[in-house]
């Protein structure tokens, strides 16, 4: 392919000048497109990781492909996932962090691993909620934005559904109480989160006398 030739040249640049870094983000960006129009994924992940362990690499452009690598007709779960997750390790070593950026990078990242991984998978998917509460851990009010915040508490209630009908307590309860959790970090959920809560507490009571009964039989 031609573009071989030409991203060896652009690869070359040291990517100290925004020019050199620009060209050589807009090369890979392209290269990619054109490895996934001949359904090249083992050159796209090359590319993209080759670009990673560069000096023109940033978050801002890290992000930019890996939604692109997200989305249809691009779509290569393999390089959004790890694109995302070296976008949102740089973006967490920042001394100012981006937590717009920071829960968007969260929220591709869920989603890609519920439509790739979903239940057999599920403690990938469970990690990836873990991680949002402990970045939340100590941020000031309004610091994670709040609507992603609502969307990480809804999802995360919603996927004990499916255990909760097919009996699987712990399936269940860890969802529900990760729900829970992430419910007490937001302002303006305190009617939901009370109806969590006594959700919970119903459940849990129900299985104690389950239990009881099997006991006693």
């Known amino acids: ?9 652009v690869a070359d640049c040291d990517g100290n000048s925004s020019l050199d ?11 990619y497109e ?12 090359l590319v993209v990781s080759n670009f990673a362990n560069s000096k023109a690499c940033n978050p801002k452009y890290l992000l930019q492909i890996g939604l692109t690598a997200s989305h249809s007709p691009q779509l290569n779960p ?4 790890f694109t995302l ?11 100012s962090p ?5 829960a968007l990078v969260i929220r591709r990242l869920i989603s890609i691993a519920v439509v790739y991984k979903g239940d057999a998978d599920d403690e990938v998917v469970y990690n990836l909620y873990k991680q949002a509460y402990r970045i939340m851990v100590g941020l000031l009010e ?4 709040v609507d992603e915040g609502k969307w990480l508490v809804t999802t995360a ?5 499916v255990p909760v009908r097919l009996g699987q307590v712990d399936g269940a309860t860890k969802w529900m109480k990760m729900g829970l959790e992430l419910a007490k970090k937001f302002p303006g959920l305190e009617t939901y989160r009370a109806c969590m809560e006594d959700y919970i507490s119903g459940f849990e009571k129900k299985l104690q006398e389950d239990d009881e009964l099997r006991g006693n039989l």
């Open 157 to 161: 209630w919603n996927r004990a559904a």
């Open 98 to 102: 981006d937590y717009k950026g920071i």
């Open 142 to 145: 309004g610091e994670y934005p």
């Open 1 to 9: 392919m031609k573009i071989l030739s030409t991203g060896a040249k």
């Open 78 to 81: 393999e390089v959004a996932t």
């Open 85 to 95: 997750n070296t976008c949102l390790s740089a973006l967490l070593a920042s001394t």
């Open 21 to 31: 870094a620009n060209l050589y983000f807009m090369y890979t960006l392209n290269a």
């Open 34 to 45: 054109l490895y996934g129009r001949v359904n090249d994924s083992g050159s796209q992940q």
